[in-house]
């Protein structure tokens, strides 16, 4: 079992930053794949990006591509999600999630363990 907690949302003007955590216990994270992903409202939840548990994979939707960084410190079983020139269509519930696995996959059913979400608000 891992439980996932994510923190670091919050409200943000049109091409600000915001640094996402998720901190995991329970187990040894360093052989998770993890990933965010977020919720807008009325929407599917979708991919944002994940990373391969050692770090060394990485994989971003488009839409952020070049704008959001994933990264992950084992030391301190936290995944992060740097966000910059944020925009208004960013804005969702954003969440962490994890699987015991040596791949990386993009689609949420793939995964097993969930945080509760952190909510970003982007303002025109």
């Known amino acids: 079992q891992v439980q996932l907690v994510e923190s670091g949302g919050g409200l943000v003007q049109a091409g600000g930053s915001l640094r996402l955590s998720c901190a995991a216990s329970?187990?040894?994270?360093?052989?998770?794949?993890a990933g965010w992903f977020r919720q807008a409202p009325g929407k599917e939840r979708e991919f944002v990006a994940a990373i391969s548990r050692a770090g060394s994979t990485t994989n971003y939707a488009d839409s952020v591509k070049g704008r959001f960084t994933i990264s992950r410190d084992n030391a301190k079983n936290t995944v992060y999600l740097e966000m910059n020139s944020l925009k208004p269509e960013d804005t969702a519930v954003y969440y962490c999630?994890?699987?015991?696995?040596?791949?990386?996959?993009?689609?949420?059913?793939?995964?097993?363990?969930w945080g509760q979400g952190t909510q970003v608000t982007v303002s025109s």
């Open positions: 999630a994890a699987k015991y696995s040596t791949v990386v996959k993009l689609i949420p059913a793939w995964y097993d363990y």
């Open positions: 329970g187990h040894t994270f360093s052989t998770y794949t």
